[in-house]
Structures are given as C-alpha cells and as structure tokens.
C-alpha cells in the first residue's frame, strides 16, 4: 500500500486545514489508516485513527472537538479536519496504515509526511 498525504501549508491561528492521505496498490489488505505528528523534538503521536471499512473512529485528547478524521471510501482518501489550528499544532503529520490502534508500531506503511505550520 502506498499512502500520499497533501493539504499541509503555513496558516495563523484559528485557521483550518483539510489533510488528506489517498491509499493506492492492495488497498484491500487496510484495516485501519491512522494520522499522525511528529513535532520538532518530540516523539511522534497518533492524532486520529478510522477504520478503513467502517465507521469506527478515534481522535486524541488534545484535538478533540477541533480535529475531526473521516473517510470517502470511493476515492480510498482518508481526510483530516483541523479546525481553530493553534501553534503547538506545527508538526509534521503523517498518515500510517496498520492495525486499529494508538501505537506507531501498530502501522506498517506510511506516508511522506505533509508540513503544517501555525503561526502569526
């Protein structure tokens, strides 16, 4: 499976984004598609998971009621909507196909990354 997010970009706060991970080759061996972010001198963390052929969804903490991961199954394109962007949400963010689960090492494959920046 080959996963290519695109949507990052530099916005201020309170601004949103749309993140999107669009899976190609044996997408039918995907259970789950996770995101991801990995800020400078941090460790990487799941931000929100769903479950490919489902409903089933999970976002962390921290992004609740701001972010929000869905799919469109027709278009095997997982998105992630981040509204009110706040400066500790600069990072790079990944999309990751793997078990449904909060742990990196749960994913198997995984995007290039996209950069979102915020910042005034």
């Known amino acids: 499976v080959v996963l290519v997010e695109s949507g990052g970009g530099l916005v201020q706060p309170g601004d949103s984004l749309r993140l999107s991970c669009t899976a190609s080759?044996?997408?039918?061996?995907?259970?789950?598609l996770g995101w991801f972010r990995q800020a400078p001198g941090k460790e990487r963390e799941l931000v929100a998971a769903?479950?490919?052929?489902?409903?089933?969804?999970v976002h962390a903490k921290s992004v609740q009621g701001r972010f929000t991961v869905s799919r469109n199954g027709a278009e095997n394109t997982v998105y992630l909507h981040m509204n009110n962007l706040k400066p500790e949400n600069t990072a790079v963010y990944y999309c990751?196909?793997?078990?449904?689960?909060?742990?990196?090492?749960?994913?198997?494959?995984w995007g290039q990354g996209t950069q979102v920046t915020v910042s005034s």
């Open positions: 990751a196909q793997g078990d449904y689960c909060s742990h990196d090492g749960c994913y198997d494959s």
């Open positions: 080759g044996r997408t039918d061996s995907v259970y789950a």
């Open positions: 769903a479950i490919w052929t489902g409903e089933n969804t």
